[in-house]
Structures are given as C-alpha cells and as structure tokens.
C-alpha cells in the first residue's frame, strides 16, 4: 500500500463518496421529507488524479487577487535607496531596452518617483512591510513575500489571463478549474471552485474582468468556477420562486425524479441517473448556499478582526469572510477579486484607498484561518497581476505621481499551507525594476501552487487537440525553497 | 475516459483480428507518435541525440529500427531496457509503453517496419460497400457500414425508434425546435412519416437557424469584441448570411469560398464581401497602451487557427512557434500560411466603441430592394429635370444671374482661410482659427477647387498630429480633409488615427483640371454625422472607419495644402474661395445656402470655370433658381427628395467588418519563436507541401487560391472534416472523436470507410448539405431507437458503435427554445440584431469595465425581442448569458468544433427557477388547460405530448395526475401563493381562469420542462 493512500485528503474524500453513494440520497431526500424510493446516486464525477502525485501541504487554495497591478514599490519591495534619485533618469543600464507600454513610450523622460510611503520592519523576521498595510504589517511573520515574480504580459487582460491559466492568450482552463478537475471536490453541497469580486471603496474601476478568468477553458464546464454574487441571488437562480412552499416543492421533486428514475429504467442512459442526482444536489445547495452567505452567525469579535466593512456585502472584507466561511465548508479552490489597482496617475492618494480596503480583511483572514486551526491546510495568496514602474508616468513631484504596468518585477505574499512564515523570497535591483534574485515566473508560481496540493504540474494534463495541455504550458519549476 | 477509450480500441482491434497483419497507421504510429515524436520527430529544435523515427529512411539508417530484425533494432533495445540512463522514453519525460505496445512494436519491425501515410493526409477514395449480409436491416450504404463493423463485434442494431420519438428527434436536430402536435399528427399520418417530416424540415427556414448555430461556434461568432473592454460590435448581418447560405443550401465549396475569399471573386456581390465577415470574427483588443502589433499579429493568427480548424482539422497553430511536433508542419509552413490572412489595412488596438475597419454596409435584403426602388427612381428623375432644362435652353450660363442673388444667405463663416486675391504657395501656409472648433459642436468648410493629377491622396486642410511618435499620446489627434487619388472627398477626424476615428469618403470623385465646389459638414463624431458636397450636391459616402471616441477639437494652427506627415503630401492644385465656419449647421440650410453661393461664385469665377463641362450639373441647378419654371422646380424638388432619401437609407445601413486586401501587400515573415517582433526569413502565401496537393504554379497566393484548394475534390481533408463535423451534430460524436485535429495524434476514425464513403459522395454530389443530411437522418442507422441494456451502454457508452441510436441532450439553444415554442410564445422571426431576453438584474455588475461603452450595459427588452431563438441572444464574450452559459454554450473567444454538454446542479436550478423557464411554464399550463381538453389526465397527456412527442404510460400519467392534485390543494389551501408562478414574466395572463388551476397547471408544466427526457433528444 502506498503511503500516499493514507493521506487524509483523499480519504476524506473517499468516505464522502462513499457516503454519496449509500446515503446521501437518503440525506438529501430525508432534508427534503420525500418518501420516494432512492436510488444510489453516482451524480459526482470523480476526480482525474486517482491519487496524488506527492505529499500535499495545504488542502484548499485562497487567491486574494488584487486586480489592476498594485505597486509593489509602496507596499512589499521597500526601496530606501530610490529617495537620492527623486526626479533622476531611468538609468539605460537598468532598463537595457526592455519594452514598455504604450502609455509612456512616447513620453520623453522616464523619471523615478521614489515611494512617498515608509515601511515597517517585521519584528523577528525583518521582513519590511509599506506603512499603508499596518494590519499586514502585524502578521508579517506568517507571511512568505516573495519579491522577484515575473511575467511577460504588459497589460491587463493577457497579463491575469497568463496568472489566472498559463497563456497570455483565451482558451485555457483556469488554475481553479485544473484544481478541480485534478483532485475534485471535499464538499457535497457547495461547488468546488468559488469566485467572490469587490470593487473599490473609491470609485468606480478602469477594468474590466473576464468569466474566463474562471472559466474551464477546454476542460468540461462542470469545472468552471461559479460565482457567488453580493447583489441578487449568490447563485444564478438558486430560490424557489418567493412564496412556493418547500412541501409544495418537495412533492413537485419527487414526481420529477419518479418520472426520471421510470425513464432510465426504460432506456438505461446512466446521464439519467446523474441528473437525477444533479437534482439533489441543486436542492442542497439551496439550504447550503444562503446558509454560507447568512453572515449572522458570526460573533462579535469576528467582525471587529475583519473590520466594519465584513459587514456589508460585496465589500472586500465581507468576502474575506466568506472566504473562510467556504474554506471551513470544504470548498477547494476560494478566488477573490479586489478590482481597481491600476493607478496610472495620482498614485499615493489612489493606493492609499486601495490599501484601507484590503489590509485590515486580508491580514484577518490570515488571524482567522489560524484560530480555526485552517491556515495550516489552506493557501493563501495575495497579488496581482503584474507590478508597476519605478518611473512616473506623467509628472513627478514629491506628493503625487503615477505609474505604469511592469511585469519584469512584481512582489506577492503567501502564507498557511506549506509555505515558510517569515521570510521573503527573491531580490530586485535598486529599482524594482530587474530580478537579481531566484526569479519566480508565473509558470513557478502555478507549479508551486499546485505542488502544496500534492500535485505534480507536469502530470496533471489533458487531452486537447493531439497535445496533452497543462497549467504550466511547457513550463514551471517549483519554488522548493519557500515550502516546508 | 482513458477507460474509455481502451475499451473501444480493444472493440475496434477485436474487429480487425483476423488480418494479424500490424496495421501501421492504426496501431503503430499512435504509439510512436504519443511516446518518440515529441523528441525523436519532425521539430527539429527538440529533436534529441540527431534521431527521427517519423521518416522511414532516417529510422532505418540510425539502427533505431532494422526491418524484420527486433533484436538487432536498437528501438527494441531501449524500450526494453530497465536501467534509467537507458530506457525510452525516459523516465523524466512520464511517459512510458506498456508490454501490448511494446510487442506491437516488435511484431511491426519483425513485420518489415512498413510506414504508411497518415490515413488523413491519403486522398479520399469512395470505398467498396461491404456485402450485405444476413436480414435487412438497413438497406443505405451508412447502414451497411456500419452492419459490418456491428457483425465483427458480434452486435445486432436495435429496432427503430418509436415513431414520435424519431420525429422529435428529426425536427430537433433539423430545426432546433421540437415538433408541434399539428406537425405530428400530419406526419404520422403520411405514407412514410419520417420522409415527410424530413422534407419538411429541411425546407423550413429553422433549418439555416440550426445549422447556423454549429457554425457559429467554429466561426467564433459574437455581438462584442472580447478582452476587457468588451464593447458592442456589429456582424449580425454576416450571422444572416449564414443563415441564409444553409437556408439555399449553398453549395459548401462556395460557402468555403464565399467566407475566405467573397472579396476576391469576380465581380463580387454584396453578399459575397459579406460573407468575408468569418475572418472578422475574431476578437479584438481596445486596451490603452497595448502594442498594435502584437494584437495584429494575433488576429492573424486567430484566422489561421479558425480556418485549418474548421475545413482542414489540423492544429496549424502548434508550428507558431517552432515546427510542429507531431504532424508535418514546419514553422515555415505556418507563416506561408499565415500570409493569406495578414494582408488587410487593420490595427491591433480598435474596437473600443464600434467595429474595426475594414468595414462594408450590409442592408438587409429589405432595404437592399428599397435602395434599388430609389436609385431606379432618382434615374428617372435625373433624366427628367434634364429634357426639360434642354428644352427650356439651350445656353444654360447665358441665363444665370452676372452677380449673387441679394437673398442669398451663406452660412456663417469663422474664417476665411483662402481666398482668390492670395496666391497659393507651393508649400502651403498655416492659419490659426479665431476660436476653437469641435465636432460636438460642428464645423463646416467649403472651397473652390481646381485638382491636378495626383498619385498620391492631398490633403486640402489637416490639423491632425503626425509629428509625435506614433505610441505616445497626442498621436493622430485632429482633423483633416483631402483628396483620394482618384479625387474623392475624404475627411478624417480622429483622437486617435486610424484606430479611434471618423473616416468618411464621398462617392463622387472630383475631375482632375476642372473647377468643383466641395463642401464638407460635420454635426457630430459618427461617420453619418459627415456629409459631403460636390458643386452643392450631397454626395453619398462611404465608412472608413467609425469608431471615433470622442469630440476633435482644432484649436490650434490649421495646415492648408500640407500635413505634419514626412512626406511629400502637398495639395498641388488651384484653390478658391477657402472657407470654415464654425457652430450647429443643418444639412439642409448649409444644402440650400451652398447653392446659392454656387450661382453667386461661378458667375465671378474665371472664365476657364465658366467654360468648364464639368459646371454643367451646377449650372443646371444655377439655372433652375434662376429661371421660375414651375416644371423645372418640381422636377427639382422631386429629384431632390428622393435623393435625400436614398442617403438617409444609406446612412442607416449597419456597417459589418469585412476582408479587403491592402493595395500593396503586407511583407510576412516566419516569427521567431512566435513572437511579434522578432522577424525571422521573408515567406510568401502558400500550403504545407505535405499534404501533396500544391497549389496550381499559376495561381495567384490570395486566399481565393487558397479557397479552391480547400475544395479540390483532391483535397484530403476537408470533406472528410465537414462530414465528421455534420455526423456529430447528429450523433453527438463524430467517426472521428477529435473534431478539430485529424492529425497524427487524432482518435483512429470508428468507422474509417463510412467518413470516406460521405466525404466521397459530398464532393460527388457538388458538396450538397441538404443531401447529405438527408442520406444520413434516412439511415436506419440514425433512425434506431437510443434505448439499450445496462450492458450495452456500460460496454459503448459513447454509442461509437451505433448499436442503437443517438441520445443527446440538447444544445443550450435548444433548451430555451423548446420551452418557448411550446408554450407558444416563441417569436419565430429569422434574422436581425441581437435579442435581449430576461437575464439577472445587474448581471454585468462587478465585472465589465466602469466605462460606458456599448454592450456594457444590458437592458432587457420587451415584447416579442423577449421571445427570440436563442441563437439571437446578445452574445457578450466576457459575460455569456447565463441561461445559455449554464447548458455548455460557449463564449466564442475562439473557434470551438464541438461543446461538451454537461450535467450540473446548476442546470437543474436554471430550470426550476429561470424566469424564462418559469413563464414558459406558465403559458404551457394555459394551453394545456385551454387546448388540451377538458379533464384532468388528458390536459396532462396533451402536455405531456407537446414537450415529449409521445403519449405518457398509464403510470406516468398517475404520477402526473397525483401531483397535479397535491399541487393543487398547496395552491388552494394557500401554503403556496398562486403568484409564486403566475406573476414570473412579461407575458400576458390568461384571463377568467381560476388562478389555483393556473398555477397547479403551470407547475405541472414546469416539471414537464424539466424532465431528463425533454432536455435530451430521445
């Protein structure tokens, strides 16, 4: 027997099928007070990895996707250096010809614009925090700030399409979706890859997202991430029509699944039986989904960690309880999106207002999951898509000034399942401009995700169009040195 | 699936068992291809240790494989071998060949080693029809295919499928609806009812809706340009033509070549340059700051990946940046075929608020008969006011007034730029305006010209900014009027040239060395809001471009007779009387004052002006003011209405984006390591050679060329792949799984001789759809009924086989409009702009872009626009609709050959809860109470019927019956208010009803919508 067998992600796993299979239909219909006769139900499919690759770290994934590209130059890659060189030319030597985006290659001057923000030193660790994250600043010992990730994409959409499915370019399952797809759900009531999106306190965002972000590319769509949404209904048509009572539902059920169960016995399609059980779970769902986003239950104490905001739906800080409300419940794959970090112009005042929306909820989750005994199972990433310049975009003064995508060195922070707390990966060059350290690009940090779950990127792969197609593309080296 | 796949493999070998022989194709070259390609292959630049196993003589030379000698074969050696350093493949690559394989390998080489040609790249020959033997099942030639293939696996076909089952499904899959009860009853009573319902259903118009919607998806078809701004573009009329080319039932090889290359027919009609819209399709990217190239590039290579996916089945797209690992495309091959496609003017960052140019206007076929009606009308008139001018003088000038009429009123002029008195330098000079002037609040300019011949457009005035580099801001900002070389009226305004600009060109073209008066007028920012004027009659127009974001305002220094552009574009004719006025201008008074100034200007103009030919329309309308004759007046007048007319028509007319090569053609390079920017060797427009059909030495390299070698009856692959496709649209799997690649790493076809029997007798019949159609839903084999054993469907689940008949659950489509045909509120209306059905409140909300760009917003519609086929639903890429979204529909960022259906909770819960399904139900349960009888059960078995086809069993009906009851007392006993379901949707209540029996019925009706059998066809 492999030791792998006894790890208790997959028995866990196991016991639920089992448990879908003899009970849960009972369950299901004993919740509903049906009476109807059950059938064993084999509604979910089963995951493609029979087994994993290697010894999994976390569980579950938390994505803290801070959409738009926040500086890393103000909040995680402190640059005491730059203050001498305020208003001074990009030095050739630093920019040796790289590209730069459209938006300020026909400026004359790239001028540096050193940070208007201190930063913090994190007690025991060292690791520096900008000024404008205190809560983050707090919890800096938990984290692993990783300051040397690189992409290639300068813009938007290719650039979280490249972070979010391995190519620049649309078509590509989602990282949730792969996860998915590889080692399946933990939970019988809530999807296995769960999308939360806020938008910022302070206006009204420049960018757009995309459902592929979440889609499941060319993988089956049952595993594309479903979004829970803070306005209307979480989930696309999920109540009853208002004022249909439950008994009056239940009985229209167990009609709907007499005439299904008749059906398949008469033309033996085992689709048949899946939805049958699709039904079932649909009907879960509706207890199990209202129940996750009834925040009622929560204390007091809960809401004065996450901050006023948790108190409000479709806040940041509300999702990153709900966050840890899905990762108690089991869900797998947890993406939220904080939107509106692309401060092209008047960056101090605009990151300022994106840092209060984010620091206290982040920081609280992390305090949160580790209470609860979760962070040690469950990832959790915070970033963006790309970092920004160290040059302004437009005029610099001391007070204000802008800056422009840079994907050659951007900084992110992990923490809980499988990372090392209290260190800080990678170096930059004086700038922030170059990687001079352990370069971590995107495919790195994909494999590296996949690898806390006990996945090997290189042998979770599909079959497409005469290519077996993975996360990582042809690329990807785990970051061992930032894993336990 | 893999379990799968081993299964039918082992089904189809068992098959093949009595030869012995190992067969290369079928059973070697997978092997090799899965496991040594990748290294040992064609890509030259992973190739290891100087080795290809892909080329018999290279094999043969290493000692990698000795002909019918495994021992001495070093193949052999390494893949038996144990020892890590050794072994093939290695262990580092994760793959490994299991002992069958292995001994394939060793019986192939003991064998003789023989390669073949991949069966796909083999020209298609129609192959012999297997005997028939024993009962008569299945007399066509697809069922005796598919006989042998069930005898050698020791299988009989299932019996027919009951006939309203077999009709459901006929009209499903020819029409995407399902039948009506009046068409079910009359087919049913036919001589021979599936004939029947089958030339029926080929006729109706739903039939081009259905086939159509396939299409579609392989077209990447959608109503936004994808990628984060997303906003509205306009190519449904192109989703029309397809339509319309299934409706005809054109013939395929026309509608490959329409598509690719409509443009470069002879004498191409309007619907042919439409039918270009397919390499349009694809998105594009309107975010700040991009670089255009690298977007160009990529919609070049997006035409290049629709178009080898959708006729030729390969993944072209594999050799963009190196040569193709498994099949035989080298990089090179890939850009040769990336020429045909990277010859249009376009630009990679457009698209923010309209669509990209190259643009053409598509009027329906409605306004297509009422142009005609106009021009043919406007002709007779024209000739008219002419006799009576001719007859009224016969000295048309001698009569015009010497000096301006005193009531003439000129519009207000802001500057006089030019004038007769200054003499016109070689260089042109500069004039700043005395206030600034803006296309919000319009501008029009007016002047005297005299054009010299030009090879190249002139400007006349310009304030658009050449000067800054061309990715800084402040680039192509401004304002200009010029000439084409052929001397038509062009105005440009932009904020952002070309991509976000107005860019109109007047149909009238000036002489060179005669005196024309221009006048050009802008009321806004869209293309409509530029009107031109030759000797003060409006010309009709052509759309550049429409896509300007914002208002262009000239406060600055305008250039007259030059831009800032290096170059030599100098206006180097006679010019007079210059003049720009600022401020609100209505057409019709500028109109009316510019003709005025026309009599006045011509008569003080030189004497080589009045002498000119050339003034003689203007003359003639000089004339006409002058002279008071009543006739000449009202001929006038009549001409001139209808005139407006047909601009105003014109006008309205949606402009769609098309294919139009650039004059001179764009160079094409092999893109090193795929990369926009880093060019590699110079190629030209051609095929990959290894598929052994070159193009003719004669031939032009344009995609026409391109188009015809498509459709060369010797072409390998494209009937081949069309009739795959076709087979699963109507089987749910095609003979070849992998749709979109028929290359060496494809699925071994189930039955390889029925795809060329059909591919062989489509090009035979002229590529004839319908007929094919026709030949396949006339099988017995399509005709069986989908029922099996437990045993059968756990041995082919996938029904590769075809044992019995398709069972599929239906298109996303279809599962809207299935529940909106039976309830009778389906708009059957063909064709038109997108439909906005119920969809979540705020739905966009927290995803699209904060920016108001069209498409941004969705505004669910009213009336009739609420009940249109699904295939008309605002397709919004970055957003789908969720009711289409949630039953697999894609969202056509690129081409897609075949959906995935799906089952999810998520699908149950749209079912149960969609306001469109909750309506539907609704207006079902009034027909079942209003048509379908007067009791109980028969309201029920009627309904039952509508959405099934069949009558229910006794104990289906039960069932049915007893919850109707129990339904029933919740309504009257109130534990469910009635409103639940009777106040979901805009549709009208049935009226007098008692709302408990509606609500019961509507419930009853609900769960008829979501039963498994009425979202599969059965």
């Known amino acids: 027997m492999s030791p792998l067998d006894r790890f208790a992600i997959f028995a866990g796993r196991r016991q639920f099928l089992q448990h879908t299979s003899l009970g849960l239909g009972v369950a299901a219909l004993s919740c509903l007070g049906g009476d109807a006769a059950v059938a064993p139900i084999g509604g979910l499919p089963t995951p493609q990895l029979s087994r994993l690759h290697i010894a999994p770290r976390a569980k579950r994934v938390i994505y803290l996707f801070q959409a738009g590209g926040p500086s890393q130059l103000e909040l995680l890659d ?76 300068i813009n938007h959409d290719p650039a979280i399409t490249f972070l979010q499915s391995g190519s620049q370019q649309p078509g590509r399952p989602s990282m949730g979706s792969w996860i998915d797809y590889g080692i399946g759900s933990e939970c019988d009531n809530l999807p296995a890859f769960v999308v939360l999106i806020s938008t910022p306190s302070n206006g009204r965002p420049d960018q757009g997202l995309l459902s592929r972000l979440w889609g499941s590319g060319f993988l089956p769509t049952r595993h594309q991430g479903v979004k829970l949404r803070s306005a209307g ?48 779970l649909a009907a879960r769902m509706q ?59 008047d960056l101090p005042n605009n990151i300022a207002s994106l840092a209060r929306d984010v620091d206290q909820a982040s920081a609280a989750l992390i305090l949160d999951l580790e209470q609860r005994g979760l962070l040690e199972e469950t990832l959790v990433v915070w970033g963006g898509e790309f970092g920004r310049t160290v040059y302004s975009q437009g005029a610099v003064t001391r007070e204000t000034y802008g800056r422009d995508h840079h994907g050659r060195a951007f900084s992110i922070w992990l923490a809980g399942g499988g990372v090392k707390p209290g260190i800080r990966y990678g170096r930059t060059d004086d700038f922030s401009f170059n990687v001079i350290e352990g370069p971590v690009h995107i495919h790195d940090l994909q494999a590296t995700v996949l690898a806390c779950l006990g996945i090997d990127h290189e042998r979770l792969t599909f079959a497409f169009q005469g290519r077996q197609y993975r996360l990582t593309d042809v690329h990807g080296t785990v970051v061992r040195d930032i894993l336990t | 699936m893999k379990v799968l796949d081993a299964a039918l493999l082992v089904l189809l070998t068992h098959a093949a068992a009595g030869a012995e022989v190992v ?98 790249f083999k020209s298609i020959k129609r192959p012999a029809l297997p005997a028939q033997e024993g009962d008569d099942w299945g007399r066509s030639a697809i069922d005796r295919f598919v006989a042998d293939q069930l005898n050698a696996n020791d299988l009989t076909p299932s019996q027919r499928a009951p006939l309203p089952t077999l009709l459901r499904r006929l009209s499903l899959d020819l029409t995407g609806l399902p039948a009506s009860a009046e068409q079910l009853t009359r087919w049913q009573a036919a001589t021979d009812p599936a004939a029947a319902a089958v030339d029926e259903l080929l006729a109706s118009p739903h039939y081009g809706e259905r086939m159509a919607t396939e299409w579609l998806d392989v077209a990447r078809y959608a109503d936004t340009h994808g990628f984060n701004n997303d906003a509205a573009r306009t190519m449904w009329p192109w989703r029309d033509w397809v339509v319309k080319a299934f409706n005809d039932n054109m013939p395929y090889d026309q509608f490959i070549a329409e598509q690719l290359a409509g443009d470069l027919l002879p004498h191409a009609s309007q619907s042919q340059r439409l039918a270009t819209g397919f390499n349009r ?51 090179r091959d890939y850009y040769q075929f990336f020429a045909f496609f990277n010859n249009i003017d376009e630009t990679g960052e457009d698209g923010r608020i309209a669509n990209a140019a190259p643009l053409m206007p598509a009027p329906s076929s409605a306004d297509q008969g009422r142009l005609r009606a106009l021009k043919r009308q406007e002709s007779q008139q024209r000739k008219k006011l002419r006799r009576l001018i001719m007859a009224s003088s016969s000295e048309p000038l001698a009569t015009a007034p010497a000096e301006g009429r005193a009531d003439a009123s000129p519009p207000q002029l802001a500057v006089d730029l030019f004038s007769e008195s200054q003499g016109f330098p070689d260089d042109g000079f500069e004039i700043t305006p005395a206030k600034p002037l803006s296309t919000n609040e319009g501008w029009s300019l007016s002047a005297w010209i005299n054009r010299k011949g030009a090879e190249a457009p002139v400007p006349l005035m310009s304030t658009m900014n050449y000067a800054t580099p061309r990715s800084a801001g402040g680039y192509g900002a401004g304002a200009e009027v010029g000439f084409t070389s052929a001397g038509a009226v062009d105005v440009r305004l932009a904020v952002r040239w070309p991509a976000y600009a107005t860019h109109v060109v007047s149909r009238r073209e000036l002489s060179v060395n005669e005196w024309s008066h221009v006048a050009v007028i802008v009321t806004g920012n869209k293309a409509r809001d ?90 003639a309308n000089a004339l006409r003011r002058a002279a008071s004759d009543v006739k000449i007046e009202d001929a006038w007048n009549a001409w001139r209405t209808t005139h407006a007319q047909r601009l105003e028509l014109e006008r309205s007319f949606p402009q769609v984006m098309v294919m139009q090569e650039m004059p001179e053609p764009r160079r094409t390079h092999v893109l090193l390591r795929g990369q926009y920017d880093v060019h590699g060797e110079l190629v030209t427009a051609d095929v990959p050679r290894s598929l052994g059909l070159p193009l003719p030495e004669d031939a032009p390299r344009n995609r026409l060329t391109l188009a015809r070698w498509l459709t060369d009856p010797r072409h390998p692959l494209t009937a081949r792949v069309v009739m795959n496709r076709l087979w699963q649209q109507l089987f749910g799997v095609g003979l070849v799984k992998t749709a979109s690649d028929f290359g060496v790493q494809s699925e071994w076809p189930s039955h390889p001789e029925l795809l060329d029997f059909l591919a062989a007798e489509f090009i035979e019949n002229g590529w004839d759809l319908k007929h094919m159609v026709r030949l396949i839903v006339g099988s017995a084999t399509y005709q069986q009924d989908s029922a099996a054993t437990a045993e059968m469907w756990q041995r082919d689940p996938e029904n590769r086989l075809l044992a019995r008949g398709p ?8 599962v809207r409009d299935q529940a909106l045909a039976v309830s009778g509120l389906l708009n059957p209306a063909v064709g038109g702009p997108p439909a906005y059905p119920y969809q979540p409140p705020d739905y966009y909300m927290g995803i699209v872009v904060a920016a108001d760009y069209p498409g941004s917003r969705y505004t669910v519609g009213s009336g009739g626009d609420l009940y249109r086929r699904s295939m008309y639903t605002f397709w919004k890429r970055t957003v789908p609709h969720p009711t289409l979204a949630t039953f697999d529909s894609p969202d056509r960022e690129f081409c ?108 009853l009706a609900s769960l008829l919508l979501n039963l498994d059998e009425a979202i599969n066809r059965n």
């Open chain 1, 78 to 153: 402190y640059k005491p250096q730059l203050d001498s060189r305020f208003r001074t030319e990009l030095p050739e030597s630093v920019r040796q010809g790289q590209r730069i985006t459209g938006m300020v290659s026909g400026q004359g001057e790239l001028l540096i614009a050193p940070s208007r923000f201190g930063f913090r030193a994190t007690p025991n660790c060292g690791t520096p925090i900008g000024n404008l994250l205190p809560f983050t600043q707090k919890i800096g010992d938990r984290l692993c700030v990783v300051n040397s990730l690189r992409t290639e994409a």
């Open chain 1, 233 to 280: 209904e979480p989930v696309d048509f999920l109540a009853n029509p208002t004022g249909l009572h439950p008994t009056t539902r239940r009985s229209w059920l167990a009609a709907l699944e007499e005439l299904n169960q008749r059906r398949f016995e008469a033309v033996g399609d085992p689709e048949i039986q899946t939805r049958i059980a699709q039904y079932e």
């Open chain 1, 287 to 345: 207890t199990s989904v209202p129940e996750l986003a009834d925040v009622a239950d929560e204390s007091e104490s809960t809401f004065a960690l996450y901050g006023e905001d948790a108190r409000k739906a479709g806040t940041y800080a509300r999702n990153c309880l709900m966050a840890r409300r899905l990762a108690e419940r089991g869900v797998r794959f947890i993406q939220l999106y904080h939107r509106g970090w692309d401060h092209h112009g």
């Open chain 2, 23 to 120: 067969d290369f194709n079928r059973e070697v070259r997978p092997i090799l291809s899965e496991n040594c390609f990748h290294c040992h292959g064609a890509d030259a630049a992973q190739r290891q240790g100087e080795l290809r196993l892909d080329v018999p003589a290279h094999a043969y030379a290493s000692g990698a494989i000795v002909p019918g000698m495994p021992a001495a074969s070093n193949l052999v050696q390494r893949i038996q071998s144990i020892d890590p350093n050794d072994q093939m493949p290695p262990p580092d690559s994760h793959r490994a060949l299991t002992p069958q394989q292995i001994e394939t390998l060793i019986q192939w080489i003991q064998e003789g080693a023989a390669y073949d040609v991949h069966w796909a």
């Open chain 2, 281 to 331: 399709n694809h998105v594009i990217n309107s975010e700040g700051g991009i670089i255009d190239e690298e977007y160009r590039v990529e919609y070049v290579a997006d035409r290049v990946r629709t178009t080898s996916m959708a006729w030729l089945g390969l993944t072209l797209e594999c050799a963009r940046c190196h040569d193709h690992k498994f099949d035989p495309i080298s990089q």
């Open chain 2, 530 to 619: 530029v009107r031109i004027f030759v000797d003060g009659i409006e010309s009709a127009t052509m759309i550049r471009r429409d896509g300007l974001t914002g208002d262009v305002v000239i406060n600055e220094p305008i250039r007259v007779g030059h831009t800032n552009r290096n170059t030599d574009d100098r206006f180097a004719g006679e010019l007079r009387l210059l003049q720009l006025s600022a401020g609100p201008v209505d057409a019709a008074l500028f109109e009316s004052a510019i003709q005025d100034e026309i009599v006045r200007d011509a008569t003080v103009a030189s004497a080589a002006l009045r002498q000119s030919n050339r003034t003689r329309r203007f003359l």
């Open chain 2, 807 to 814: 069972r599929q659950r239906l298109t996303a489509e279809m």
């Open chain 2, 896 to 1003: 897609v050959a075949r959906r995935s259906p799906t089952n999810t909770p998520l699908q149950a819960l749209a079912l149960m809860n969609d306001p469109t399904f909750l309506e539907a139900a609704r207006k079902l349960g009034e027909r079942m109470m209003n048509e379908g009888g007067t009791d109980d059960a028969t309201r029920l078995a009627w309904g039952f019927r509508i959405v099934t086809a069949r009558q229910p069993s006794p104990e289906e009906l039960l069932t049915l019956v007893d919850l109707l009851a129990r339904q029933r007392r919740d309504f009257a006993d109130g534990a469910s208010i009635t409103d639940a379901v009777l106040a979901v949707g805009d549709a009208a209540r049935s009226q007098g009803a008692n709302d408990v029996e509606l609500a019961a019925y509507a419930s």
